[in-house]
Structure formats: C-alpha cells, structure tokens
C-alpha cells in the first residue's frame, strides 16, 4: 500500500512570516506596495519579486512599490546570500499574493454578487458579467490581510503567467544611470555629520594609550569617542573627520600584534593548524576493484578579498535610548541581534534599515560599520552619523574569503577508469556572519571596553550547502568516494562569507582532475564527462554550452579551450562553461560560453546579468585575485596591490539559458563561478601543456608548473 501524500506546506520563508500583511499592502493611489525581507545588492531580485507580485495579483509591475527591508516592517527572511532569494522570497510571495488576490476575490462577489470563479482581475480592477466592477483599492478597506496565510491558496499555473518568464527592465537601473542617491554611500539626510574610526595597520594590535590633545585642536571636530580599544572622531564634514582621524592616529600607541601565515607557503600552513575533521559523505562501491593506479593532486586557492567598489558605510542616529541604523548588510535581522548584544538593548529598540551599497555581496565590512556607526553616534548629540571606511580599511580589516587546500585521490583501473576518490579539505570556517551566535561577529565588538571574542568561522551544515565543503560531493557517478572537511580552529586571518563559499575551490579541483583523467584516457573532456552524469538536466547544460561554443574547434597556436561544470550545492542551478583563452603572453580569457538552468527564469535578461557576472568575477579570481601579506599585516591595501580584472580585460561572455517554466526557480548568482574557474585552469593546460593546481593562474605560477613537469 502506497504511502499518502504528504500534506501540504507553505513556503519556508512563508512560514516563518505567515502574516499576509507583513508582505502586500494597498495604498489608496493605485498602487500596491510588496515588503519582502530579501534585500538588492545588484542581483535584480527586488525585479524579479515585482514580476512575481504583478502576475499573482494581475496588476501591472509599474504600480508595484517595492519596500526596502527593515527590522520595523519586513517579514524577517534571515540573510540575502546563497542564491537563495528567488527560491525562498520568491516561494513565499508567489503564493502569499494568491491568497491575497483569493481573499479580494471572495470579497468582491460579495459586493457584486456574483461567483468568485465568474470574476477577472485585469490590472487590479475586478470584473464579472453584467459589466460589475470594483478594484483592489476599494475593497482595501473591506478586506484584512491582518491573517495567517493558509496552505490552500494555488497559485497560477505556468502557463497562465505573464510577466514572469519576460524581461523586464529592472527597477533600480534609472537611478544608477542617472545618478539619483539611491546608494547608502550617497546619502545626506538633514543635520549629518561624519564619522571616522581608528583601526591598527598592525594585524591583531590593541590599542593601549591615545592622546587627543592634537585631535580636540581640529576645526570641525564634534566629538572623540573611545570606549576601550575603540576609538573615532566625529566631525561636521568628511575633510574634518579625515584631519582629526589623522591627528588621532599620531597620539595612538598600540601593542605588538599576532603573526600572520607564511604566505608562499599557504598549504603548509593550513595543513598544520589543529582542525575540526567531518565526514562529509560516504558511497561504497557493490565490488571493490584493484587500483592500478592513484592520482594524488593538491589544489589551493588563496585568501581573496570582497573588492567592494566603494567601501564600506553606514548611518546612525540615536534617539534617547533607541537607536536607528541604515545599512547595506545582507541581513538586517540577524545584524539587529549583534547590536542587541554589543549595546546592550532590547531589540525593539533598534531599527536596522537596508540601503543599497555601491558594491557589495558577501560578508565584507558593512555589518561591522554599522556597529561603528552606532558607537560614534553615541557622540553626536542625535545627529544622524554617517561612517565611510576607507580603501586601506576595507582591503585590511574586512573578511576575507578563506583560503582553501584541496586534496583529491583518484583510483583508476588498469583502463584508467575511475573506481575511487577520496576529496579532502582544509581551510577555515566560511561563515562569521552576524546573529548566528551568542557572541556578536562584528568587529568592534572584540575592541570595546569589555570585548567579545573574535568569533571563529564556522561552516553551515550540509543540508544547507555547507562551506568548505560546498560542492565537493561529486555530482558524477563515482563507484566509491569518501569526502572529508578540515576546519581549522585558528583564524589569524579574518574569514567570513565570499561568493560561493568553498564551491569555487572545489569545483576547480574536480573538475581540473577529471580533465586530467580523460586527457590520460585519450578522450574528449565532454564525453568523459556526459559518461559519467545520469542526471538529464546535468547533461543538457554541458551540451547545450558545447553545441554554443561549436566545441572543440580546430586547433591553433597558442589557443586553448577548457571546459567546466557543476550544480551550485548540488541542488541550486547547473552550469557549464566553456572558455577560449590566449597564451602568447600573459593568459587572457578570449571568450566563455555558458549554459544554465534554474528552473523557472523569472527575468531572463537578470539571469543572464548573473551569469555574466558572475563569470566575469571567476575570470578576476582565476588570474589575478589573492590578499597578499607579510608576517605582521596585509599588504595588498589598494588597487595596486591587489589588482582586479579591467574593462580591457574582460572576456566575450555569451549566454544560454535553458528555461523550464515548470520547475520551481533557483537563483543564478552564483552557479558561474566555480565551472569559469575550471574552464579557464582547463583552457590553460589545452593551450600550454601544463597543469596550474594553485590559484591565481598568474605567469609565475605557470612557469612554476612549466619548472614541476620537466
């Protein structure tokens, strides 16, 4: 006897936040104003959230007011990260507009007298036979949102979507374009003053004596404040704050700091730090084959900064005993609870409010200058306090991405067909995000008067995509494999979230493995590949990206073509690429070619937006990108010292996506990296005949390489 279905859910996010007035609301002008607790940092979600609220309601996405989340009005959503917005706030607002409309439905035949299922809604106005009518905003007053969603709304059915699956132009782009302040770093709200903090260029330094005689002498200066190893200024212009920042500096003194990894030897050191071992999965082959041979690689990627465009900022302003933050931090909830704890205070007397932050995705520094500015508001007399790292800040204090090595152990048959692989990592922790622990993760909490300790990065689970691990259970049909992870229990750097967490590093190691194996075999790298995936989808993305690039053309000198694949955590979007790169010179990316699948794409051009750039930032990783340090602090504090991709640089990027309306969307935000990553590694051994194992593929690795295989 078959099992019975299982009941049915709300969304998640849904769930959480079921009060249906939490997330729609009509306003008397037409128009209709959707609260989601997903934030934009550039990706287009608060588009693709419109165009989903536009089709339930049928309403048109021109009277669609998207708010801002804050911890005052927002359904709580946790964190924008993962590529999770479209999965999670989509599902839930997807399905709390069908209720809504359901509800003004069974209002409106009411009023009209006529059956629900006889009515229409055409740009929220309600319409049924005898040319009765009403619309949305007359019912408004009739009808309460102030319930629970239920698990009965259905929502419309593919087919029947008209503004979803389009591409719509996105909501945030007229402002960018014309230079309107939507970006936090431009704001100036009445009476704003400005804040600067004093942080050690000395890695883990105290600070133990200041003198503010030279400081309180700077014209401008409002206020210094110190609350034990933290200390600022506050001033009534930017010019005044930089000045008395720099006069505060000279009366600093500061205690010896903490020793910093050996950084051309940054395997060795990740290898030999106490570590916190897990099994991350396990698959036992039905019959156990003799190996007749092992292949043994080692792949490292080094720490890599966020690179925000512009650096971190935040706003503050205290009212009595409550305070009001606005923010770029990808979760405004889970930073409201930091700043409970570091200041002491009920929740509800915090407001964390989002703005957009020119530049930013992952755990960089906007989370900790939230919390300077709070404690520098703290001087201000109820001034709103605006707080602007600088460059040097940003690229020295900020988390980093945790630098990886990757260990992969391949047995092969006397056919060299794979029998075993056993894939082992060791790299910090990838999360230190705030509101995850009972210790705050922000940055000045570990400088105050009574600090916190510095929290140590720890990994989501599994289930969740995992960290160091993400993406290292191969998706490909492996007889046997054993994956394990090493999370170190010592942070001399700073680690925290950075796109993909540990796929990008995982993904290049299996996937500059299984080229190796097939060009050992003799056989074209796709095949081996689509020979070893039984998962449909999978394959379709790997061919449709080779029948775009017209894989593999005819050779030429000093070209080189590579391929890569994965599935973001094995259960979000698939993505191969193919890249075309040059190596007369120095490697430069010609072209990628990529192919993806997130189900249902509701704003096709914003998938593409993703893919691309998210390519273009795997190419910037893949040949340039690392954080550079000596022994006591980080060197590669600007542009100069840590260059990134330039516009000259940046490869053709030609995109295919491959829409199924029927299948539940994922987010595309992060699927490219890790298979660019492998294309570009792959490319490189196809155009030179050398295997670089050690990110950035830069000309002193490549001759490294050249050096290891004579």
Known sequence: ??????????????????????????????????????????????????????????????????????????????????????????????????????????????????????????????????????????????????????????????????????????????????????????????????????????????????DEAATRAVSGLIAVVRDGGFAGVVADSEAAAEAALKALRKGAAWSAGEPLPDESDLAGFLRSQPVEPTVIDTRTAATTGKAALTLRRQYTRPYIAHGSIAPSCAMAQWDGGRVHVWTHSQGVYLLRADLAIVLRLPDENIVVEHMEGAGCYGHNAADDVALDAALLARGAGGRPVRVLWSRHDEMSHAPFGAAMAIEIEADLDAGNEIIGWRHAIWSNGHVARPGRAAQPALLAASEIANPHPRMISTNPPAANGGGGDRNSVPLYDFPAWTITSHRLLTMPVRTSALRTLGAQGNVFAIESLLDEIAVLRGEDSIAFRLRHLRDERAREVIRAAARRAAWKPERRSGIGHGIGFARYKNTGAYCAAIAEVEGTNDIRVRRLTLAVDVGEAINPDGVVNQIEGGAIQATSWALKERVRFDRTRVTSTSWTDYPVLTFSEVPAVDVEIIQRPEVEPVGAGEAAHGPVTAAIANAVHDCLGVRVRDLPITRDKIIAAMELAT
Not at 101 to 130: H, M, N, W, Y
Not at 133 to 154: C, K
């Open 1 to 210: 006897m078959s099992a019975p279905p299982p009941a049915p859910k709300l969304p998640v996010s849904l769930a959480a936040n079921p009060r249906l007035s939490s997330w729609v609301r009509f306003s008397g002008e037409g128009r209709v104003a959707i609260s989601p607790g997903k934030v934009e940092i550039g990706q287009g979600i608060v588009t693709a959230l419109a165009q989903i609220a536009a089709d339930e309601l049928d309403v048109a996405i021109g009277r669609i007011e998207m708010i801002r989340a804050s911890t005052a009005t927002s359904p709580n959503e946790g964190v924008t990260s993962g590529s999770l917005s479209v999965q999670q706030s989509g599902r839930a607002l997807r399905h709390a507009c069908a209720e809504v409309r359901q509800r003004f439905l069974a209002a409106a035949s009411d009023r009209l007298g006529v059956e629900a299922s006889l009515l229409a809604v055409d740009d929220g106005t309600i319409s049924g036979p005898g040319n009765v009518r009403t619309s949305y905003w007359e019912l408004a007053g009739d009808v309460s949102l102030d319930h629970d969603a239920t698990v009965g709304a259905a929502a419309k059915s593919a087919g029947a979507r008209s503004v979803a699956g389009h591409s719509i132009q996105r909501i945030d782009i007229p402002d960018k374009v014309f230079a309107r302040p939507r970006f936090i770093q431009d704001q100036a709200p009445p009476g704003l003053v400005h804040g600067r903090v004093l942080r050690p260029k000395i890695s883990g330094a105290k600070l133990i004596a200041l």
